[in-house]
């Protein structure tokens, strides 16, 4: 079945069966590797992306699902060649030690920021809760995200 | 990797009547999906095989949150984030924005719907497993096999009610609207659950719960909902308790505790007091709901524990009702 939807801004259409994951069909069939499998379950949140400007567990999504809506990764939150704010808040911060959780804190935090531009601490835990990380310990993510830059700030840089 | 078993027809209906019509055609060879958060998982897990999924979620008027009349009525696919988040629901419904708020975890929440959550399946954690695992151990009665391993000697399963807006909803005196082939039905929720883990709602297989629909509460209702679980960012509840009561002149009346997450169908505790609020009338209502609440081994969490948190997660819903009452 033919599939069209918007991909990072641009318009895509793929061949999927429609019960096929959004998580497979981003990963193998347009190869953007940028989305990670944890679970498989939504229990961990690595798989996270951005449905119409909402955070998802895209694992438990079937592609079919996603006809006409805008899907945004992670691959889409860079700019001309700059990072996402909160995406150089993590590397500024460590907010990423393995790296495997970190695509879905990054998307997760980028629609967090996106409607709270200066969220409190316990905005970003809320947001945060369905990510899973085994190396930082939290701290770290959270501090990033809360230090991450407004974009007068990240201009004046 | 947990993918979809790619066996089956997908169909994306636009109106309930398109999608009911397909239900009569295909019987229970076809199985709805609206979120997906408990279906999907429980495909993937070799509970269900559907031939034909019927996906909700592009049928329009089913998001409808009206709260104008005497009766408020939620469309069965309203976001649980948006019941969450609704600041109408927040004030009139407080309990019911709470417990939509502790479900599961964000992205769950956006994905998920109330009419799933009504519907969601029970759960044990004999149940709840990869086919890989239940395999290992030999099946159960709920899915391929003949025993139950909670019970060990029971022919019927008690795998349990775990969704957080049941609860809540029975003390809200809330009914569901059926759609069927036959026509449409409404059911107060208490008679829509049964008291078995195989299939805990009386739902026909060609019947689409469209929507919820709740009495505006009198301005003397009070209301709180609590909830035990592992891990406060997702977990399913290991226990979970609604509170709603009358408090007029001091008084209180008409008070009502349903706990779940215990049994196949959501408990309604009996015989509770009226009177003066007190510490003694709060204490006798504890003490009731801990002796009539017996939690089994079919879910996570230490069961005597579960059973001593049942007056506690009462206690501070009375708290929670109360607010600033409470401290005054
Ligand atoms: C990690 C994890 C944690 C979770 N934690 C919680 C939790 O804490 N509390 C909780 O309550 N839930 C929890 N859930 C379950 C789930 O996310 C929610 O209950 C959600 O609201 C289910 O809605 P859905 O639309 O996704 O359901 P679906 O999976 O789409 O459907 C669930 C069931 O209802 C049926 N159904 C759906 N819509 C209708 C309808 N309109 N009419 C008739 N039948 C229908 C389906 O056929 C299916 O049997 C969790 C899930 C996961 C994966
Ligand atoms: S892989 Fe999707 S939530 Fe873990
Ligand atoms: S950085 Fe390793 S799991 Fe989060």
């Known amino acids: 079945m033919k599939i069209q939807f918007e991909l990072n801004g641009a318009p895509t259409a793929v061949e999927a069966t429609p019960m096929a994951r959004l998580l497979d069909v981003l990963r193998e069939d347009l190869r953007l590797t ?23 567990n ?32 993590f590397v500024d911060h460590g907010g990423a030690q ?49 230090r991450t830059l407004s974009g007068d700030e990240e201009a004046a840089r | 990797m947990l993918r979809i078993a790619d066996t089956f027809v997908v169909e994306r209906p636009r109106t309930v009547a398109a999608a009911l019509a ?5 019987g229970d060879k ?4 609206a979120g997906g958060t408990d279906i999907l998982v429980n495909i993937k897990h070799g509970l269900h095989a559907p031939e034909v999924l019927v996906d909700l979620k592009a049928i329009d008027g089913l998001r409808v949150v009206d709260l104008e009349g005497d009766v408020f009525e939620l469309g069965a696919l309203v976001a649980i984030h948006d019941l969450a988040r609704h600041p109408g629901v927040q004030a009139a419904l407080p309990s019911l924005a709470r417990a939509a708020g502790l479900i599961a975890g ?46 060990k000697v029971g022919k019927k399963c008690v795998a349990a009610a775990s969704n957080d807006t049941a609860p809540v909803l029975w003390t809200l ?23 078995d883990g195989e299939k805990n709602t009386v739902l026909a297989p060609d019947e689409i719960l469209t929507h919820v629909r709740v009495p505006r509460p009198a301005p003397t209702r009070r209301m709180a909902y609590q909830k035990l679980r592992v891990r406060d ?96």
């Open chain 1, 34 to 56: 940028g989305t990670k499998e944890g679970c498989g379950e939504g229990e961990c949140g690595a798989c996270t992306v951005l449905i119409d400007g909402r955070a998802i």
């Open chain 1, 58 to 89: 895209s694992c438990l999504v079937p592609v079919v699902q996603v006809r006409g809506a805008k899907v945004q990764t992670v691959e889409g939150l860079a700019r001309d060649g700059r990072l996402h704010p909160v995406q150089q808040a």
């Open chain 1, 98 to 146: 393995c790296g495997i959780c970190t695509p879905g804190f990054v998307v997760a935090a980028a629609e967090l920021l996106a409607r709270d531009p200066q969220p409190d601490a316990i905005t970003i835990r809320e947001a945060l809760a369905g990510n899973l990380c085994r190396c930082t310990g939290y701290q770290k993510i959270i501090d990033s995200v809360a």
């Open chain 2, 22 to 26: 397909l239900l009569d055609a295909h």
């Open chain 2, 30 to 33: 076809a199985r709805l999906v």
């Open chain 2, 106 to 151: 964000p992205q769950l929440r956006r994905m998920g719907t109330l009419g799933g959550n009504i519907c969601l399946d029970t759960r044990c954690v004999y149940i709840n497993q990869t086919h890989f695992w239940r395999d290992a151990l030999g099946y159960c009665i709920k899915k391929d096999g003949t025993v139950c391993h909670v019970t």
């Open chain 2, 173 to 195: 005196g809330a009914s569901v609207r059926l759609a069927s082939p036959r026509g449409v039905r409404e059911l107060a929720l208490e008679d829509f659950y049964v008291n």
């Open chain 2, 233 to 328: 960012s997702i977990d399913y509840p290991m226990l979970n308790l609604a509170l709603a009561f009358d408090l007029d002149g001091g008084v209180v009346s008409n008070l009502d505790v349903v706990v779940s997450a215990v049994a196949a169908r959501p408990r309604r505790v009996k015989r509770l007091p009226e009177g003066p609020l007190s510490a003694a009338l709060i204490d006798e209502a504890a003490a009731l709901a801990h002796k009539q609440v017996r939690p089994l081994t079919n879910i996570n969490g230490d069961v005597a524990w579960r059973r001593e948190m049942v007056p506690v997660l009462l206690r501070r819903a009375f708290a929670e009702a109360l607010g600033e009452e409470a401290a005054a």
